[in-house]
């Protein structure tokens, strides 16, 4: 599978990006009852496809992989990226991150900040983030977070 492109995500498109999301989730085998929990926090924001901060991967004319990053001072949030389970380990995350990254230098910021699922932990190690603490989930009351920070450089 060969990412043709990552562009802008539009708002016709917001709802086929959440089911991406939730598709990604659940591919880690969370029961029903976790998923309902968490389908409300797995949703593109329509705000930030209208400022130009959610991005869609593309192959075959598809959509495999969906970022989503907010901007606060000199740090940036990476608030969601996930890829379609298909694509998992077929490289669309390490460039849907690395986008990340450029949207976020581009901005002006000086790190970003990840709050990742527990299965992410080693993809975000590998990207070069540090773990720095753990936080409470939004979705799942009582749940911990690992919280990772990545220190931007000059684009690549």
């Not at 969370?30 to 209208?50: G, K, N, T």
């Not at 598809?62 to 389970?85: C, E, K, N, Y």
Request: aromatic fraction near 6%.
């Amino acid at each position: 599978m060969t990412v043709a492109t990552i562009r802008q995500a539009r708002l016709a498109e917001v709802e086929a990006l959440n089911a991406l999301c939730v598709r990604s989730k659940a591919h880690w085998g969370y029961d029903a009852e976790f998923m309902a929990r968490c389908v409300p926090h797995l949703r593109v924001s329509p705000e930030a496809i209208r400022k130009g901060l959610a991005f869609v991967a593309l192959a075959d004319g598809r959509p495999v992989g969906v970022h989503q990053v907010s901007v606060s001072g000199p740090t940036a949030d990476l608030d969601l990226m996930f890829v379609d389970p298909p694509a998992i380990g077929t490289g669309i995350g390490r460039r849907l991150y690395r986008h990340a990254e450029d949207i976020a230098l581009a901005a002006g910021c000086r790190e970003l900040s990840i709050v990742a699922d527990p299965f992410a932990k080693a993809f975000y190690a590998a990207m070069g983030a540090l773990h720095v603490e753990d936080v409470p989930s939004d979705a799942i009351p009582g749940r911990m977070l690992p919280r990772y920070v990545q220190a931007l450089r000059s684009p690549r």
